[in-house]
């Protein structure tokens, strides 16, 4: 199976074969005895993003909180380090009494929700929504291990 074949699966697996397949090309020089060790030391992504996501359900989640689930997922090896930016969304600022732009940091939201709509007003006005699309199916391939965790 090919990286690229995997690419519309979950971010994790796309991470776990591109390891795996370090793993595997290094131990055939080194022999075998070194890809039975090489596989015991792999870690199990799946289990470590679904520990993760146990914690943070991404249908009501706070910015602040969306930082720091992106910054464990990257530690874990679950999401590619060059994905994070694209997980965390900026936070979105709202005007305080003095007329002030502030992030509102703590304020939940349902980011897959609010991706649809994104989706939605990017259709009705005719542009590209690939992009958009992309960071959509990120969120729920996670949300899918949180909801996972409690069955």
């Given at each position: 199976m090919s990286i690229s074949s995997v690419s519309s699966q979950n971010a994790y697996a796309v991470?776990?074969?591109?390891?795996?397949?370090?793993?595997?090309?290094?131990?055939?020089?080194?022999?075998?005895?070194?890809?039975?060790?090489s596989s015991l030391e792999t870690p199990n992504l799946q289990a470590d993003a679904k520990s993760i996501m146990s914690k943070f359900d991404l249908k009501n989640i706070s910015y602040r909180d969306m930082a720091t689930l992106g910054k464990e997922l990257v530690a874990s090896g679950a999401l590619p380090?060059?994905?994070?930016?694209?997980?965390?969304?900026?936070?979105?600022?709202?005007?305080?009494?003095?007329?002030?732009?502030?992030?509102?940091?703590?304020?939940?939201?349902?980011?897959?929700?609010?991706?649809?709509?994104?989706?939605?007003?990017?259709?009705?006005?005719?542009?590209?929504?690939?992009y958009s699309t992309m960071v959509l199916n990120m969120y729920k391939n996670f949300q899918s291990l949180h909801d996972q965790a409690f069955l």
């Open positions: 991470n776990y074969i591109a390891k795996t397949s370090a793993t595997t090309s290094v131990a055939k020089t080194q022999g075998t005895s070194s890809l039975a060790q380090e060059n994905k994070l930016l694209d997980f965390v969304p900026i936070a979105l600022p709202k005007m305080d009494a003095s007329g002030q732009l502030k992030p509102q940091l703590d304020a939940s939201a349902d980011m897959i929700s609010t991706q649809q709509q994104i989706i939605a007003s990017q259709k009705s006005l005719g542009m590209s929504t690939d």
